[in-house]
């Protein structure tokens, strides 16, 4: 009897698990990608958890009274079975993680192609800090180009597109957007989690991450490394509008001069504006 109740007890807790590790809905590719490998991975490591555990307490009680334990016989069949059964397993694990990531919404790598070296040299030339590292989208791409540059303890988003900058992340629902993101004094990091988006802000260099966001809304966006007493504080807020909103957005940071904001900012204290962080930024050759 109690047999047959823990058999039908185990479908039910191996199901209850497997819904509770169903994702949520995403709100970019990137998330999306990194959500589905992670339900993959969980629906391959949750049944050998299970079965190890299984097994470990089914030993420990049924053998739990032996006073005279016997080794185990070599069983070569079983042995060819299990190392078989963990090399398709890491095999699994392995391409599942490589197709995720070495794609470009996850890990983005500069092409070797003429165009993509051209794009690089283009974004080069839009970004106000004279420094190496950032990788534009190619030329025939209608992609939303953001330099974010962080700093103790704020953060200012120059659009290219428009030359100004804001103290809001603003980005179109449904559109590649590719943030060059370096910082004026020490390591930073970028971290929208919500959208699946973390990069380090190095001093002296561009890190480049792409991603597609795919819900309107506002998110969050945080420093990931700690820098100093503000740290806690040096937060942002990422919004994402549909793209006829963007637009519109864009054109109101235009006529204001550059520095109003979308949400506002929710950077720490306030006591570092954002002329005092390009002031801090390395001048480009003229």
């Known amino acids: 009897m109690k047999r047959t109740r823990i058999g039908l007890f185990a479908p039910l807790v191996v199901a209850l698990l497997l819904v509770a590790v169903e994702p949520a809905m995403a709100q970019s590719v990137t998330e999306r990608m990194i959500s589905n490998l992670n339900t993959s991975l969980l629906y391959v490591a949750i049944p050998i958890t299970i079965l190890v555990e299984v097994i470990l307490i089914y030993t420990v009680i049924r053998f739990r009274n032996n006073d005279d334990p016997q080794p185990t016989r070599e069983n070569r069949r079983l042995e060819i079975t299990w190392t078989i059964t963990t090399a398709i397993i890491l095999l699994f694990v392995g391409l599942a993680s490589f197709v995720v990531l070495a794609n470009p919404y996850v890990s983005l790598v500069p092409d070797a192609s003429g165009g993509q070296a051209q794009a690089q040299q283009q974004a080069q030339a839009d970004v106000l800090i004279n420094q190496s590292g ?57 971290h929208v989690p919500e959208l699946g988006l973390k990069q380090d802000a190095v001093p002296g260099e561009y ?80």
Do not use: R
């Open 134 to 190: 950032a990788t534009a989208p190619p030329p025939d791409s209608d992609a939303v180009e953001v330099e974010v540059i962080s700093y103790q303890w704020g953060w200012t988003f120059h659009y290219p597109e428009a030359g100004v900058n804001a103290s809001t992340l603003a980005v179109p629902n449904g559109t590649d957007a590719y943030f060059h993101i370096t910082s004026t004094d020490v390591i930073h990091a970028v």
């Open 207 to 286: 890190n480049t991450i792409k991603t597609k966001p795919t819900e309107p809304g506002s998110y969050q966006l945080y420093c990931a490394e700690f820098c100093g007493s503000g740290h806690s504080g040096m937060l942002a807020n990422m919004t994402v509008m549909p793209q006829g909103e963007y637009q519109q957005w864009l054109s109101q940071q235009e006529a204001a001069g550059g520095n109003a904001s979308a949400g506002g900012n929710a950077s720490a204290g306030g006591n570092t504006s954002n002329s005092s962080a390009m002031s801090a930024a390395p001048a480009k050759p003229a």
